[in-house]
């Protein structure tokens, strides 16, 4: 009988390594221990390509490796997510969604991968999100990516998300109670509010958003909305009491002041392209603009006596107002020109905001002293009610495409959803 020492051992143990092998992963110098051989690998494939989750939810992927001759062979993957705090994955593809948003999910073996795409919603409907503010909200804007967004109302509150809503920062940024926000990039934007209040986004030597005020403004009214010509992110508009229209040619940095005939309270403002803007203001005045707001005219005789509160064109031929007891006027081709006509979304809403989401368009308000979302999909022709959640009126509302919107209104109350606002 031959004894083996420690030392021999380790010397054939050495050996043993130093031999050129295909195996995946050895432990050790057992003889028990069977080495894994991987072949070549021509492809990985993914299914399903793409899933939708909603926050909390499992869903699996399965992945195919085959050989060069497209024959599927048994393998293990490594499993990784492009964003791991959206979705998460497990060594068996298993992903669990954690937030909303999107993530890229890819199984990789032997050098080669696949790709497959997961999107997160929160929840059907609109859900409540958690503002941490009692203040009353007025005035909200998002992003493209539909992350990142502000609101803003009384007391100077500034808030701020870069998840979606999901979590949001404060700041008091001013004295005077705020109305409005407009974002023409991630880091430029401004906001308007009482006392001739404008504020403009700038950013720290530390990178982080800041607020100063505008460098020139002239003016005492209180401002209701601000907008910036989306052809032109230098060119913007803000409208308030006494029918005051702000223009800025510098990105907000030096406004302009006029007023429109009659002096009427302006309350909305909104523009396609860089020259034709509509705003919308009390006892239904409706003022517009075909020449980068130069000059304004008034739309007569008025097709109604109730106060508007809020305007969108989302091209040069539609837009859509809203105001008090549902009164909902949208424009219609005339034979030379565009023209109003006034529609209605029920007597019983009291609307503050509308806003559109690609083609379809959303209004915001009250019925009874509790929030109320409407959808409309045939441009403001007709609106159906949906369930707001909210026992606060909502001031505002706003979607970055077909899918994602916020709300907001009175006591801190935000409302989202990712679904066009459908259970």
């Known amino acids: 009988m031959k004894t083996v020492t420690h030392i021999q051992f380790a010397v054939r143990c050495g050996l043993a390594a130093l031999a050129p092998v295909l195996v995946v992963l050895a432990t050790g110098c057992s003889t028990s221990t069977r080495p894994r051989i991987i072949p070549p690998i021509s492809k990985v494939e993914i299914q399903p390509e793409t899933d939708t989750l909603q926050v909390g939810q499992l869903g699996t992927f399965t992945a195919t490796a085959f050989d060069t001759n497209l024959v599927a062979v048994q393998v293990s993957f490594l499993w990784t997510s492009s964003d791991p705090l959206v979705a998460s994955v497990n060594t068996i593809g298993q992903v669990q969604a954690h937030a909303e948003g999107s993530a890229l999910i890819v199984a990789e073996v ?25 203040e009353d909200l007025h005035g909200v804007c998002f992003r493209p990516d539909a992350r990142t967004g502000w609101a ?48 403009r986004s700038v950013l720290t030597p530390q990178g982080a958003l800041d607020w100063v005020r505008a460098d020139t403004v002239n003016a005492s009214q209180n401002l209701y909305d601000v907008t910036f010509a989306r052809g032109d992110s230098l060119v913007g508009f803000a409208v308030g009491a006494n029918g005051v229209i702000l223009r800025s040619i510098n990105a907000g ?29 009390d006892n239904g005045v409706i003022a517009g603009t075909h020449d980068r707001g130069l000059t304004w005219f008034v739309v007569q005789p008025a097709i109604t006596t109730q106060g508007l509160k809020s305007v969108w064109r989302p091209n040069l031929l539609r837009a859509a107002a809203v105001g008090a007891l549902g009164v909902a006027p949208i424009t219609v081709a005339g034979p030379d020109s565009i023209a109003w006509s006034l529609g ?35 441009f403001g022709a007709s609106w159906a009610p949906q369930t707001a959640r909210s026992q606060y009126p909502l001031n505002d509302v706003y979607f970055v495409d077909l899918v994602h919107g916020w709300a907001v209104g009175n006591n801190g109350t935000i409302r989202h959803t990712a679904r066009g606002g459908r259970q």
């Open 253 to 281: 940095r030096r406004w302009e002041k006029q007023f429109i005939p009659g002096g009427q309270n302006l309350r909305g403002v909104s523009f396609a392209g860089d020259l034709d803007g509509w705003a919308v203001g």
């Open 110 to 134: 032997g050098g080669q991968s696949d790709t497959a795409l997961v999107a997160v919603y929160p929840d059907t409907g609109w859900i409540v999100q958690t503002s941490n503010a009692l």
């Open 152 to 199: 803003v109302g009384d007391a100077g509150l500034i808030l701020s998300t870069t998840d979606a809503g999901a979590t949001w920062s404060r700041r008091i940024a001013s004295t005077f109670g705020l109305h409005a926000v407009w974002f023409w990039s991630d880091v430029e934007g401004c906001v308007v509010g009482n006392s001739g209040t404008v504020l």
């Open 344 to 378: 209605n979304a029920g007597a019983s809403f009291g609307l503050e905001g509308v806003a559109f989401g690609d083609s379809v368009a959303f209004a915001v308000g009250d019925i009874g002293g509790a929030g109320a979302i409407l959808r409309s999909d045939d």
